[in-house]
């Protein structure tokens, strides 16, 4: 439950990987950056970006071991993003393989991109099943982090001991690490369980306070949605309407068009009429081209990006041709302010 501590060690795994050309571990460490870092942080296009080039590497090499686990790791954007057939029917394809004996990582993946879905949605009962799964084989990494996930789905399934029995393991884990994240998840999935209303909003207040003091956006987003949800249902429109458009902006800025369409329809609940939003420019770019150019936005050089993807520099130049005509621009400073309003939420009205 450390962020700060993962994202270096994985970014770490990857320049390292770069540096010495290591083809059969760059695969690896892109999907663990972008599993365990980029999806947590919100970077949804870099996500996109990463589990590419790791497909990309993977095939060009003929090395195939990890092209399952990478296409596994994209259940995670789509069930984010609220594409619920796809993950449901790859999910089943996925099950159908597994054997009976033992949980593997294909099998903690798949149940967790049906957690993600099912809470983004708003089907509680849909998300408890899998999180229960995850819960009770208790591997690294996932048996801790599906905890607030478990929490909340059993709370708003009505399964009040089952998310008792996960707030008291999440409450050890998280006592023990103490970081920003683990404290804010805490605090979050104990306002989940508190009966007295002032209670919950100290709760809710600190665990917002912890999380806006880490790495993952995702989960600070969340806890905005759940206060505003509470503050809705206890009829106070006026504030509830504050968390729950904190929570669409960030969401939707992201690309979480799963859980942003859950906070549009609790802030409509409230009285308040929502617009869409528009889609980004940069949306219209290809995964490699969305890659190098943000790339060329932070300043690299064309050769630069070459020897970090592996291909020619001339490459870089033809890719960067088509981003600009796309884009309508016709320089890297450009480049670079497009790329930052594309990310940018847009002002309400």
Known sequence: MDDEALHLVASRGVQLARERGALTMLPAALAALATLCQLPEGQFPAVNESLTEAEQICVATGYRGLLDITGLAGLLPLAWRGQQEQVRIRAAAIAAELTSS???????????????SGLGLGNYQAALA???????????????????????????????????????????????????????LLARSRALLADDADAQRVLYERAIGHLERCRTATQLARAHLLYGES???????????????????????????????????????????????????????????????????????????????????????????????????????????????????????
């Open 102 to 116: 033992g949980r593997d990582l294909k099998a903690m993946l798949t149940h967790h991109a049906l957690v993600v």
């Open 130 to 184: 899998p999180a229960l799964s995850i819960y009770q084989d208790d591997l690294p990494w996932f048996g801790t982090w599906v905890l607030p996930d478990l929490v909340e789905a059993a709370a708003r399934s009505g399964a009040h001991e089952v998310a008792v029995s996960a707030l008291a393991r999440l409450s050890e884990r998280a006592l023990a690490s103490r970081t920003e994240l683990a404290l804010g």
């Open 231 to 349: 503050l809705r249902r206890r009829r106070l429109r006026s504030d509830a309407r504050q968390q729950l458009r904190t929570a669409y902006d960030m969401l939707a800025a992201m690309g979480a068009d799963a859980f942003a369409e859950r906070a549009r329809i609790e802030l409509e609940a409230t009285g308040e009429h929502v617009r869409e939003r528009r889609t980004g420019t940069a949306a219209a770019l290809t995964p490699r081209e969305s890659q190098i150019a943000r790339l060329a936005s932070q300043g690299h050089t064309n050769r630069v990006i070459a020897a970090q993807l592996f291909i020619s520099p001339s490459t870089v130049e033809y890719h960067l041709r088509k981003v600009y005509a796309k884009l309508g621009i016709t320089s890297r400073t450009r480049l670079a302010r497009q790329l930052s309003q594309a990310d940018a939420p847009d002002a309400p009205r």
